[in-house]
């Protein structure tokens, strides 16, 4: 509960606890044991606001406090009966303990405390109905308490499945906001990468243009390079930082054949160790010697990056042999 329905359900419990103690001292004839009375009026007010104000930073009432109450329920009836004459048990005086206890018992349903609130009411129902008969005490409030313990269990049933229900809907939200600014963050990074790609590729292609494709052996290659530099940036980038581009470059120029696929192997995976993993796959390649390598990150509970290392280019025809596998753990 928030504090402004707490402080609000607070005022109006010790409210109604107070007109029932009002009631037990407005004696329209004397108690045969007075003494008596007073004590049951006074241990239920210290019960019950007890039961109220015990622990109030927490919703559930302690467990000390809800003891007492289920043993203040089997006392106060107690204590109410033998200090009045027979013929004055049905008074209004006489059974404010009826509505009092069914208070105690909605108290300790609202605290959390279902089978202290329940036992109470079954106490009160089996000590009024002892003495005054079940049929006189329904008529003289025994129903309202009743009905009151009731309505409050299906009241803080509601609530706490709607509270429940309110976390999980926040919960959602915050998941769904987190996922659209991280896809937001990753459409800016992919943008940028290919910002940079085509600032390193445009002069050649406007080199390519210009000469309409008459090129030297030095620009065919910066082509090649610039165009594979493209290539990785849009299918790989997450793999990526200077020195594994520069490990690229440098196979390329020795006439290795790079092909790089990113299918998410770095997702969840944090940052250090994001840069642990790139610095490593740089060294991979830069000691690599095969004539074509596989880069290839794919979604793997263990592996993040794995390298793979064949002779030859894409059409050398002998696909089954591997000279380099390398394997980087997440």
Request: with cysteine; net charge neutral; aromatic share 6%.
């Amino acid at each position: 509960m928030n504090r402004t329905v707490r402080s609000v359900a607070t005022s109006l419990a010790v409210g109604f606890a107070m007109y029932f103690v009002a009631r037990g001292v407005w004696w329209i004839e004397q108690p045969t044991a007075p003494l008596l009375m007073v004590l049951a009026i006074g241990l239920y007010l210290a019960v019950v606001n007890i039961a109220i104000l015990a622990d109030s930073v927490s919703v559930r009432m302690p467990l000390w406090a809800a003891v007492l109450a289920a043993v203040s329920s089997i006392l106060i009836p107690v204590l109410v009966t033998f200090s009045l004459d027979p013929a004055d048990r049905t008074e209004p005086f006489a059974t404010w303990y009826i509505g009092g206890l069914g208070l105690l018992g909605v108290v300790c349903v609202v605290r959390r405390r279902f089978l202290i609130g329940w036992l109470t009411l079954a106490m009160l129902i089996a000590t009024s109905s002892a003495y005054l008969g079940l049929v006189v005490s329904l008529n003289l409030g025994l129903v309202g308490s009743i009905m009151w313990v009731v309505i409050a269990q299906l009241l803080v049933m509601f609530w706490d499945r709607a509270v429940r229900d309110t976390e999980r809907l926040a919960e959602i939200q915050q998941a769904v906001s987190a996922w659209h600014a991280t896809q937001l963050v990753r459409q800016r990074e992919r943008r940028l990468r290919t910002q940079f790609a085509l600032a390193v590729a445009g002069p050649v292609l406007s080199r390519v243009v210009a000469s309409r494709g008459a090129l030297d052996e030095h620009e065919r290659l910066e082509a090649r390079l610039a165009e594979g530099r493209l290539r990785d940036e849009l299918r790989g980038a997450d793999l990526l930082n200077d020195a594994v581009r520069d490990a690229i470059e440098s196979a390329r120029r020795r006439g290795v054949v790079v092909t790089v696929f990113d299918e998410g192997g770095l997702d969840g995976v944090e940052e250090q160790r994001r840069i642990e993993i790139r610095d490593e796959l740089a060294a991979t390649l830069a000691h690599a010697e095969a004539g074509r390598l596989i880069i290839r990150s794919a979604r793997d509970p263990r592996v993040a990056v794995t390298v793979v290392g064949r002779p030859g280019g894409r059409s050398s025809g002998d696909d089954d042999s591997v000279e380099l596998w390398h394997e980087i753990l997440r």
